[in-house]
């Protein structure tokens, strides 16, 4: 019997366990690792526009996904008193603010994963601390001291990838988007509802509450400012200065902060500047999803996370397993397809978070206008789904004979 290709894929979150999966199909020998002790159940409302809907049909996950949907109404916009003065109500088989399929972090990652049980090795607790490659494999240390051999690394980490560091060192760039956006689950209260309610205040803020399907609210507070390393400051220091940057917001803003407060576990805040690689793999490394582009809050980073997952394995199975032509592959359809979703034009993130009275007056009647029917679907079109009605995604014969999972087959 041949012996299977092995690889080892970075990464536990939602990149990680889909491309898991389908190395597997592909034929490999699959470990995931992820740095984590254990499954990471936290997280917020994630959206699958466009060609997520075909990776997750080929998955077999498409119901299921759809089954556990978070119940998102549609997006409205508040004053800071409280009032709201538009609304983007979601409309079926189309992907606006609101996206058709919603779903928890969490909750998408624990179907993905549980694709891969018995197909792939889950490792928790564990990280790469150095790679070394040779013509024939990579060479992987392991932080409890472990040292291993792999035909392939694939790195389905996040935007901070450590083991991309170790692999393309001072050729990461970086480009500013000049934003921080804070998470945070707080409790639910009776005045809350289903819908993405968004709050934008002068001096370039925003505040948002998103609606989940296990009794909390998912809340975000996002800033313009530059690269001051506030993401790598503990949790207390943090709140000092969000409770000072936010301060005279209105609204909803100090029932937030309190809450971010009293859960740190399920707070976290990250500077959304977009990474930017020559190339996405070196030798036998490849990156995967937000380790590879990362490119702030686009509502596309899910969508391009299954969809390199899919196309990775589909290239490698294509290609018997030849890495080198299976990269440039993946490379080829990739690049243009995440580099065109990640992209915003000069000025983009001013002016959705304008500083001036001037400015968030001017913002307030753009919503206004898009609620009307045919300048939303120019909205939707141009703006939140830029590479949708473009992108074409690959067939690979590998993937026709997955049945769609519904019910029990994962519970």
Known sequence: MTKKPTVLVTGGSIAGPAQAWALHRA?????????????REAGQNIDIREAGHDVLRAMGLHERVA?????????????????PYAELPVRAGKDGATAELEILRGKLSELILGL??????????NHVTSLDQDPDGVRVELADGTDERYDLVVVAEGRNSATRRLVFGDDIGLRTRGLYIAYGTIARTEDDD?????????????VA?????????????????????????DHATQMRILRTRFAGAGWLTDRILDGFTA??????????????????????????????WAGGPTGMGTTLALVSAYVLAGELHRAGHDHERAFAGYEKVMRPYAEKVQSFG???TSALLPRTTRGLRRLRAVHRLFTRPALRDILERNLLSRAGKDFVLPR?????????LAGAELS
């Open 27 to 39: 034929g490999f020998e699959v470990t995931l690792l992820e740095r984590a002790p254990r499954m």
């Open 67 to 83: 089954a556990a949907s978070t119940g998102e109404a549609g997006t409205r916009y508040y004053d800071h008193l409280g009032q």
């Open 116 to 125: 891969t049980e018995g197909r792939a090795a889950h490792r928790y607790g």
């Open 194 to 206: 289903d819908w993405w309610r968004w709050l934008t205040a002068t001096d370039g803020r925003m």
């Open 209 to 233: 509450v998103r609606p989940d399907n296990v009794g909390t609210i998912r809340a975000q507070l996002g800033f313009l400012a530059p690269d001051l390393g506030l993401d790598r400051l």
């Open 263 to 292: 859960a740190p576990a399920e707070f976290y805040l990250e500077r959304t500047d977009r990474v930017m690689l020559p190339a996405y793999s070196r030798g036998r490394v490849i990156v995967v999803g937000d380790a590879a």
């Open 346 to 348: 000069p000025g983009y």
């Open 396 to 404: 690979y014969p590998m993937y026709d004979t997955v049945q769609p």
